[in-house]
């Protein structure tokens, strides 16, 4: 919605802020922060690659949200392929612990609450003119 610089700022932060939380260390898994950073960046490309669906109708436009999140999901996350050199995690391990458990979560996540934040959205962004 706010463009890739933002959706990077958000993902990369987001993560550091969570981790900190959580315990592990805002700069623990630093190249995970890294990851979430780049989903953003991705989803916020989204509106460039898919003007067919973020131009078009609330329903296109909360599909191709829908769309842009799982591409941005799926491929965001290869970052933490990195795990790979920084822990010397076997790219086995990386995979089936690791990747595809977070990106399923996220994809789940992603095809549920995006079409709601996009419902959601357009009726604040048509009153505040943007």
Same mark, same amino acid.
């Given at each position: 919605?706010? $463009?890739?610089?933002?959706?990077?700022?958000?993902?990369?932060?987001?993560? $550091?802020?969570?981790?900190?939380?959580?315990?592990?260390?805002?700069?623990?898994?630093?190249?995970?922060?890294?990851?979430?950073?780049?989903?953003?960046?991705?989803? $916020?490309?989204?509106?460039?690659?898919?003007?067919?669906?973020?131009?078009?109708?609330?329903?296109?436009?909360?599909?191709?949200?829908?769309?842009?999140?799982?591409?941005?999901?799926?491929?965001?996350?290869?970052?933490?392929?990195?795990?790979?050199?920084?822990?010397?995690?076997?790219?086995?391990?990386?995979?089936?612990?690791?990747?595809?458990?977070?990106?399923?979560?996220?994809?789940?996540?992603?095809?549920?609450?995006?079409?709601?934040?996009?419902?959601?959205?357009?009726?604040?962004?048509?009153?505040?003119?943007?």
């Amino acid at each position: 919605a706010f $463009g890739p610089i933002v959706g990077f700022f958000t993902g990369l932060v987001g993560n $550091g802020i969570g981790d900190q939380l959580s315990g592990w260390g805002a700069l623990t898994s630093w190249n995970w922060s890294i990851a979430n950073g780049l989903v953003g960046l991705i989803a $916020g490309l989204a509106p460039m690659y898919l003007a067919r669906w973020t131009e078009g109708s609330l329903r296109d436009r909360a599909i191709g949200g829908a769309v842009a999140g799982v591409i941005a999901v799926i491929i965001g996350f290869l970052f933490v392929f990195t795990d790979n050199i920084l822990q010397g995690l076997d790219i086995g391990t990386i995979l089936s612990t690791l990747y595809i458990p977070v990106v399923i979560g996220d994809l789940i996540g992603t095809i549920i609450l995006v079409p709601i934040l996009v419902y959601a959205w357009e009726p604040v962004k048509a009153q505040l003119g943007r």
